[in-house]
């Protein structure tokens, strides 16, 4: 199914675009798609194709031999670990990408390439620094969703995703799309800086939000079923996706406070659940009182590995941050009765105020010892690059040269 034929889209001149396409296996479908590329865009149009590959079959080898029938440079940019799945390897394509423009497609030909020169050229019409390919304006259609399943995933997706983040999304209709073009310059800084974290399959999303394109334009589009192979949408990606929007939201120190303290509330149920069986159990108040505040910190430490501290695990040991972690919280317990005997004392508030003041003031300074003692990542050395990968500037390539390159994970 190949889909409407393009509208023209205005008389702005195109610059040079970058398709950068992420495949994992994929290589039933290169051939067909790099037909399709060299049929819909036109030659005034400076093309290049960089294909960053995840696979385990035989993509990047269909790849070089299907180059070699093409006016433009194809390049295969094969990654040993697939970090950040789909949204790490559109990072290393954008780190790449040589022209003015990019163009983030998929390999399965549900993203048809016949609107590639109409992204380009909205984009320079409108002077937008992200043209999204929206499949819910007019004209738009979202009919390759296999089945009515992924149909209101997708769209309950869609909500979650715009009533999280309503400002950062409020001129992107589809922020579940694939299929979009961007600026270079836009992302450039953020790609250098390895401010990029993506998780799984939704990059546009981290785009939006973490990059924030000042202006945003949109051309409607139909989902095309996949031309051949298997989905790779599974209910491991979708989790992936609610911890990258957990991610997304938590990134300000306040938003990270705000969660810090709902996980800690949900802490005293495992602590009054313990304090209850210890105390029945026969064993004296005080003793189970410590006891069960184990129970609460271990909790609270697992919860706060996997929502709010998740990429910042690799900075230390496990057993490094959960002995940190476990310092700081029983200190709590040490650190609040000289606080509240300050507060009365010196402040002449009554228990009730001073003993709230003193929670508040203990929760503050948790919060801050734990980003700080526990997740703070650890300072580079002077003289080493950031991120690890190698970003020289590729030297331009003759029309249908393929080039394998392979780069740590």
């Known amino acids: ?40 865009v036109p030659a005034r149009l400076p093309c290049e194709v960089l294909f960053v590959d995840d696979s385990t079959d035989d993509t990047p080898a269909v790849i070089a031999d ?13 990654r040993e670990s697939p970090d950040g799945g789909l949204g790490g390897a559109v990072v290393a394509g954008l780190a790449a ?41 007019p004209g738009g259609s979202r009919a390759g969703l296999a089945g009515g399943y992924r149909v209101a995933v997708s769209r309950a997706a869609t909500w ?56 945003v334009a949109e051309a409607p589009f139909v989902f095309q079923d996949r031309y051949a192979g298997e989905s790779k949408s599974t209910a491991r990606e979708g989790m992936r996706f609610l911890r990258h929007l957990v991610e997304l939201r938590t990134a300000a120190p306040l938003a990270r406070m705000v969660v810090f303290g709902l996980i800690g509330l949900t802490g005293f149920v495992p602590n009054l659940a313990a304090l209850w069986a210890l105390t029945a159990a026969g064993l004296h ?53 000289p606080l509240i005997a300050l507060f009365v004392g010196q ?19 948790r919060f801050a010892g734990t980003e700080a003692l526990v997740y703070l990542p650890r300072r580079e050395r002077r003289g080493r690059p950031r991120g690890g990968a190698d970003r020289t500037a590729r030297r331009p390539r003759t ?10 994970g």
Request: glycine share 6%; charged share 20%; proline share 7%.
């Open 1 to 40: 199914m190949t889909g409407e034929r393009p509208h023209p889209a205005g008389p702005a001149e195109p610059a040079a675009v970058t398709l950068v396409v992420p495949t994992f296996n994929e290589s039933a479908n290169v051939r067909e798609l790099l037909r399709r590329i060299a049929e819909s």
């Open 97 to 137: 990408a040589t022209a003015d423009w990019v163009v983030v497609m998929d390999g399965d030909l549900q993203h048809p390439p016949h609107l590639v020169p109409e992204l380009v050229a909205t984009g320079e019409r409108t002077g937008a620094e992200l043209v999204v390919a929206s499949r819910y304006l």
């Open 160 to 215: 979650l995703a715009k009533g999280l983040f309503p400002r950062a999304l409020k001129s992107v209709s589809d922020p579940m799309s694939g299929f979009f073009a961007i600026r270079r310059s836009a992302v450039a800084d953020a790609v250098t800086g390895d401010e990029l974290k993506p998780l799984g399959y939704k990059i546009l999303l981290e785009l939006a939000v973490r990059c924030r394109p000042e202006t």
């Open 347 to 365: 402040l002449h508030l009554t228990v009730l105020p001073a003993t709230a003041l003193a929670l508040l003031t203990t929760f503050v300074l």
């Open 399 to 408: 029309a249908g040269e393929a080039r394998t390159e392979r780069t740590p």
């Open 66 to 78: 299907a180059a070699r029938d093409c006016p433009f440079p194809v390049t295969a940019l094969h």
């Open 285 to 337: 108040y005080l003793p189970a009182e410590v006891a069960a505040n184990q129970f609460g910190v271990a909790w609270n430490f697992l919860l706060i590995e996997v929502l709010l501290f998740r990429d910042r695990r690799r900075h230390r040991h496990f057993a490094d941050r959960a002995g940190r972690f476990a310092l700081l919280a029983n200190a709590d317990l040490v650190v609040r009765i």
